[in-house]
């Protein structure tokens, strides 16, 4: 599954609507999940981002730990499933939250 909309797709489809537009003519998209209940989130997504399958797995991740601090208290839970994961540097000193320097997702 190579295609960046798949994974995004893929990755979310279970529990929400999800839904892309285009932003910008040089490629960014937005994405929007929503539920019954209505919008659940909305990210503008570079297409940089859209190209590089880490930074996008980062995406991923980021929206779906923000989604997990607004509804289900399970914020800390993820964060865990997270490092051990391999998705952060848990051990970077160089960045105060100690997720490594590229921890971060630009939205």
């Known amino acids: 599954m ?10 979310f489809q279970d529990d929400f609507r999800v839904n892309f537009s285009v932003e910008r003519l040089g490629g960014s998209i937005t994405l929007t999940l929503s ?7 909305k990210r503008m997504i570079g297409a940089s ?11 991923i991740q980021s ?8 509804r289900d208290g ?3 839970q993820m964060l865990s499933t997270m490092i051990d994961g391999g998705l952060f540097d848990a051990t970077a000193t160089n960045s105060p939250n100690r997720l490594g320097r590229n921890a971060h997702a630009t939205l």
């Open 2 to 11: 190579d295609n960046p909309f798949q994974l995004i797709t893929h990755a």
């Open 35 to 41: 539920d019954d209940r209505g919008l659940v989130a």
């Open 49 to 59: 981002t859209l190209k590089d399958s880490v930074q996008l797995q980062r995406l």
């Open 63 to 70: 929206v779906k730990f923000g989604i997990a601090i607004e």
């Open 74 to 76: 399970m914020a800390a």
